[in-house]
Every structure is written in C-alpha cells, then in structure tokens.
C-alpha cells in the first residue's frame, strides 16, 4: 500500500465511504508524485508536519487541495506553493461570510458588484486566500483580512496588500469549480 499507517488511520476516521476514497485517491497520487520528483518509490516518500500542520518533504514544496471529486495539486523544487479548489455554493455569500472573514476594501469590492458576479467573485477570492495561508503554512494564525486579493470575475489574480513577495495565479477549473494557486518569489 501507498500510504503510511497515518494516513491509513487519518483514512479510517472519514465516515462516508465516497469521502475516505476519495482522500486515499488524492494522498496516493500525490506520494506516486513526490516519489517520481524523489526518484524513490511513491511508499517510501516520508512526510513531516510544521507547527501548524503543513507536510513537507525533503528537495521539494507541494500543497494539494480537494473539494468533492476535484484535486488539485501544485510541485515546486524552486518556491513555496499553495493551492485550493472550492466547490461554488451561493450559500456562503448569503451566509455573510465575507464580513466574517475578507477585509472591509473585499467587502465592498465584493458587494458591489451585480448579485449574480457574487457567486463567482466570492470563490475568486476564497480559493487565492485559502491558497495564499496554505503556502504560508501558518494555518489560521495568519488572519484572511489581514491581505487583499482581486476578486471580481474577469479581473486577473493578484495580491493587492499584505502579500510582498508572493505571485497568485487562478487555475482553470470544471464548471462548479473556483481554484487558484500562490507560489513565493522565485523563477
């Protein structure tokens, strides 16, 4: 088997067989991956964890994001990266979830817009926060409000405050889909 006991046991607690399945799916491919970039086979990829539990492995920076049946996955030998895909679900938007979590300059630029960009614009900037505080590997220590990303539909992505150093890109999902990955300076 690919996996490490941990992952095996991490695995074992999914409750819904689509669910565990679908993590076992995504934590293999990314070993079969890491192992190819290693030159050493998938299972013998070992993993550590930071304070706030990103993995890392020896020589190279990846990150992986899953969302449903969607994975997505970002390698780099030369910069730190992070990656989210999100399903899209209006709710969250009527859930007045941006005034919890964006800046107040987010906010607005969000809620300005026409009421059907909102949906959109809302996983625009979702996906490249999420993206951006994966990469940085300080989980929820560093705060979603304490950046700016460009959110409208159309607009390209990038950081607009707090993010010196850092480059974001969206990345082309299926239909349903929002996705973006951030990697640090470098070539």
Known sequence: MLLSAEERARAARFHVDRDRNRFIAARGHL???LGGMLGIPPAEVEFTYNPYGK?????VQFNM???EWMALIAISRSRVVGVDVERKNRAFVDDRIPERFFSPAE???LRALPEGQQTEAFFNCWTRKEAYVKARGLGLSLALDS???SLAPGE???FLRG???WEIETVSAPEGFAAAVVGSGGE
């Not at 993995?55 to 020589?59: F, L, R």
């Open 156 to 158: 390209p992505a990038r």
């Open 107 to 109: 906010v607005q630029a």
């Open 31 to 33: 070993r079969e991956l």
């Open 163 to 165: 993010a010196e150093g």
């Open 65 to 67: 994001s899953h969302s």
């Open 147 to 149: 950046f700016d990303v």
């Open 55 to 59: 993995p890392e492995t020896a020589g």
